[in-house]
């Protein structure tokens, strides 16, 4: 199958849910975990491609904890979205992030998600994501 050319957006909806994503990836880097709790809908539910079964909000919130690798710096790719009766919102996208690795060390993790939102007083609320690092089944 062919690559998807890096997507161009055709509206404003689009232009605003794609700002979503680039939120949270700022949120998760900043571990703004009160930020990270305010995005994810009460019934969220994601896979991590390479693990075994799907997590709740409360584990996604907990990678973004002080705990967790911290994710220096990152690119964002946008290959697809999509809005379905200006509710739900899809967008498909890869990228390439340096994250802390041991003392003093970093290394480059590249990798691909799809994000499902719902819109909630006209912001659009995470309720799943599939996907994670290149290399994992």
């Given at each position: 199958m062919a690559a998807m050319a890096r997507?161009?957006?055709?509206s404003d909806e689009e232009r605003g849910l794609w700002a979503r994503v680039e939120a949270l990836w700022r949120l998760a880097a900043a571990q703004d975990r009160a930020g990270v709790v305010a995005a994810l809908h009460p019934d969220f539910s994601g896979w991590v491609t390479g693990q075994p079964e799907p997590h709740d909000r409360a584990a996604a919130i907990a990678s973004v904890g002080p705990s967790c690798p911290r994710v220096?710096?990152?690119?964002?790719?946008?290959?697809?979205?999509?809005?379905?009766d200006g509710k739900v919102g899809v967008a498909h996208y890869t990228y390439v992030a340096e994250v802390e690795s041991g003392v003093n060390g970093a290394r480059t993790v590249s990798g691909r998600w799809s994000e499902v939102y719902l819109r909630q007083e006209e912001q659009w609320a995470m309720i799943s994501v599939s996907g994670g690092p290149d290399g994992q089944r």
């Open positions: 997507h161009r957006f055709s220096l710096s990152y690119e964002l790719r946008p290959l697809g979205i999509a809005i379905f």
